[in-house]
């Protein structure tokens, strides 16, 4: 049975950072890309940041780049989102899933190829 456990979020501050952990269980963790989504309050969930089954490749939503970085690592099956120079309009629930195709589908942006998402953890932004 697959398990995504996020952890890291908190409230911070404008311009602070944080960085979310994403642990997975239950799969061959090699066998998928991993991406990060975030839901706000009354806003769908949208696309914040993927990374390859090997992590040499990575894609951003244009919100987030140049101050979110997305890396994995495959030998403690996890995935982990830093994020810097963070914003109110940053403030969300962030969610990891798993992707089962090849990154060069470019199926990352979209949430319907994730097959299994964690529950969520909750950054708040605010002064």
């Known amino acids: 049975q697959v398990q995504l456990v996020e952890s890291g979020g908190g409230l911070v501050h404008p311009g602070g950072s944080l960085r979310l952990s994403c642990a997975v269980s239950?799969?061959?963790?090699?066998?998928?890309?991993m991406g990060w989504f975030r839901q706000a309050p009354g806003k769908e969930r949208e696309f914040v940041a993927a990374?390859?089954?090997?992590?040499?490749?990575?894609a951003y939503a244009d919100l987030v780049k140049g101050r979110f970085t997305i890396s994995r690592d495959n030998a403690k099956n996890s995935v982990y989102l830093q994020m810097n120079s963070l914003k109110p309009e940053d403030t969300a629930v962030y969610y990891c899933?798993?992707?089962?195709?090849?990154?060069?589908?470019?199926?990352?942006?979209?949430?319907?190829?994730?097959?299994?998402w964690g529950q969520g953890t909750q950054v708040i932004v605010s002064s």
């Open positions: 899933a798993t992707n089962p195709q090849m990154w060069y589908r470019k199926s990352y942006y979209s949430e319907s190829k994730y097959d299994s």
């Open positions: 239950g799969r061959t963790f090699t066998n998928y890309l």
């Open positions: 990374v390859s089954r090997s992590a040499a490749s990575t």
